[in-house]
């Protein structure tokens, strides 16, 4: 629905019959992935907005009250990406504000609703490999995991199949919420330089997640950078879910097709760390944190967690503001990621300390929830990030170095 009113998050009451995709085509789709040499897929089934591409036998506000002709885009696109030999996964966002189910919102009814949901979902159409989960304990809402344990719908879905993996976008590195953790690579969450957790990042290959006019011209990521971001996430323990969105006629834009094409032709899995999984589950194992100040509960140590609910700020008093990361051994990197949970930042620049003095690498106007640079190769021990300017004393979520 949210490329119907260009809305990255649809506003949860349109007329279903605004939803009218009149040349849709999941077999594009397939070979278009088939031409990426990608092996599974997921497809969103549900957003936050509770509009459901499927005939849900518990809501009206489905496909079948669409101007659609069709009544099961999921049955689409599973026959579709089955027939290339591409493994099936789906997307379902238990936040769903249609519905009214959301943070301090859980009760007997909407816990009911999403298993029938999900039953729906499992039953319908084969082995599904992987359901990926949003909108649940996440930085940007839905219900906590006191208020709805994750094994409540875990559980339920692998009552029904048992294999299937449960993906949650919970925002953090804990396998008690997600039996895989995904990397938000769109908000400053990026797979860390010692990552051996069994993971997942998911980056856009378009300008946002849901296709908006303008895309069919838009710049797209490179197919060096998509081989760059692939090789470091597999060599990391991690896959690599590249998001493409079909436009208003439910087609792939000829430019998408045409770079699915081009990284295909360049871009070869690698699969050497992938054969055995480790236990560990901490990140930054070796990396200590220090800061110009810091505030109680807002400490620096939280910019190397990988969780985006935590943050460090700094003190009123505080005129130097800036945090340190020491990784006790020089390290050599490229590339560094961040983010803030606001946007708040106005100026900041990023060094690194290199024969007994700091040296910038990058720098920054706005940071954002997800700022990138990339750099000249640099080794040092120390790297440091300084705000320079801020509308209010911000909130940095995350800092990530990494070597592509």
């Known amino acids: 629905m949210a490329t119907y009113h260009q809305e990255q998050w649809a506003y949860p009451f349109h007329d279903p019959k605004s939803f009218k995709p009149v040349k849709l085509d999941c077999k594009q789709w397939a070979q278009g992935a088939k031409s990426a040499g990608m092996k599974y897929a997921v497809f969103t089934a549900k957003h936050h907005d509770g509009f459901c591409l499927w005939d849900t036998s518990v809501s009206g506000y489905d496909i079948a009250n669409s101007d659609y002709k069709g009544l099961d885009i999921v049955k689409e696109y599973v026959e579709a990406f089955r027939a290339e030999g591409i493994k099936i996964g789906l997307y379902f966002s238990v936040m769903d504000w249609h519905h009214g189910i959301d943070k301090g919102k859980i ?9 029938r949901q999900l039953t729906e979902l499992l039953t319908n159409y084969g082995e599904i490999i992987c359901i990926v989960i949003d ?48 990397y938000e690579a769109t908000h400053g969450q990026h797979c860390p330089y010692d990552n051996t957790i069994p993971s997942q990042q998911g980056p856009t290959l378009q300008p946002a997640w849901f296709w908006e006019p303008g895309f069919e011209q838009a710049e797209l990521k490179s ?23 079909p436009n208003i006629d439910g087609l792939l834009d000829d430019n998408v097709i045409k770079r699915l094409k081009e990284i295909g032709e360049l871009v070869q ?13 901490e990140v930054n194992r070796l990396v200590k944190v220090k800061a110009s100040s810091q505030e109680k509960g807002y400490e620096a140590q939280h910019v190397i967690d990988a969780n985006l609910h935590t943050n460090w700020k ?14 006790g051994k020089p390290e050599t990197f490229n590339k560094v990621i961040c983010g803030e949970f606001y946007r708040d930042i106005k100026k900041f620049k990023i060094e690194a300390y290199v024969n007994h003095k700091w040296r910038e690498i990058a720098h920054g106007e706005e940071m954002g929830v997800n700022f990138h640079a990339s750099f000249k190769a640099v080794t040092a021990q120390k790297y440091r990030l300084t705000i320079l300017d801020c509308d209010r004393i911000p909130l940095l979520s995350e800092i990530t170095f990494v070597q592509y």
């Open 107 to 115: 009760n007997q009814e909407n816990i009911a609703f999403m298993k």
């Open 135 to 182: 909108g649940w304990g996440s930085k940007w809402g839905g219900p906590t995991f006191e208020e709805l344990p994750f094994s409540v719908l875990a559980d339920h879905i692998h009552s029904i199949q048992p294999n299937c993996l449960v993906i949650n976008h919970s925002c953090n590195t804990s396998l008690e919420q997600s039996q895989i953790i995904h």
């Open 223 to 245: 197919v060096s950078d998509v081989n760059a971001e692939l090789h470091f996430a597999n060599n990391h323990y991690t896959n690599y879910l590249l998001n493409v969105s």
């Open 269 to 281: 899995v690698t699969t050497e760390k992938m054969t055995s999984l480790p236990t560990r589950t």
């Open 314 to 327: 700094f003190l009123t008093t505080d005129k130097e503001r800036w945090v340190e990361l020491n990784y």
